[in-house]
C-alpha cells in the first residue's frame, strides 16, 4: 500500500507563501497535485513527471507556484507564493506508478491519492 503524506497546509494572508511536501512511500513516481475547493470539483494544479524533468501547471497558478521533486526521498514540494483568496482548497497529492516523460494532468491518471490538507488564504 502505496502511502502520501502532505504536511504544510495552513492559513495565509493574501499575497503570503506557503510550501507543501507530499512524501512517497516506497519507489519513486509521477507526482502532481490537485485542489479541490467547497462546491467545486476536484482540480489540476501542478504535476512532475516520473522523470523529474518536465512540470506542468494550471494557467491559474503558473508563475505564482512551482513544482519540485527530490528523488532521493521521494518527496514532492508545492511552492505557492503570492496566494490568492481564491487559492483556497484542499490540496491533494497523487502519484501514478507509470514511468514516463510527461506529467500525467488529469487526475484519472493517478494511482494514488493522499488525504489531503487544508489550504486557507485570507483577503
Known amino acids: 500500500q502505496v502511502q502520501l503524506v502532505e504536511p504544510g497546509g495552513g492559513l495565509v494572508q493574501a499575497g503570503g507563501s506557503l510550501r507543501l511536501s507530499c512524501a512517497a512511500s516506497g519507489r519513486r513516481y509521477g507526482m502532481g497535485w490537485f485542489r479541490q475547493a467547497p462546491g467545486k470539483e476536484r482540480e489540476f494544479v501542478a504535476a512532475v513527471s516520473w522523470s523529474g524533468g518536465v512540470t506542468d501547471y494550471a494557467d491559474s497558478v503558473k508563475g505564482r507556484f512551482t513544482i519540485s521533486r527530490d528523488n532521493a526521498n521521494n518527496t514532492v514540494y508545492l511552492q505557492m507564493d503570492s496566494l490568492k483568496p481564491e487559492d483556497t482548497a484542499v490540496y491533494y497529492c497523487?502519484?501514478?506508478?507509470?514511468?514516463?516523460?510527461?506529467?500525467?494532468?488529469?487526475?484519472?491518471?493517478?494511482?494514488?491519492w493522499g488525504q489531503g490538507t487544508q489550504v486557507t488564504v485570507s483577503s
Open positions: 497523487a502519484a501514478t506508478y507509470k514511468i514516463s516523460t510527461r506529467p500525467k494532468l488529469a487526475s484519472g491518471e493517478y494511482d494514488y
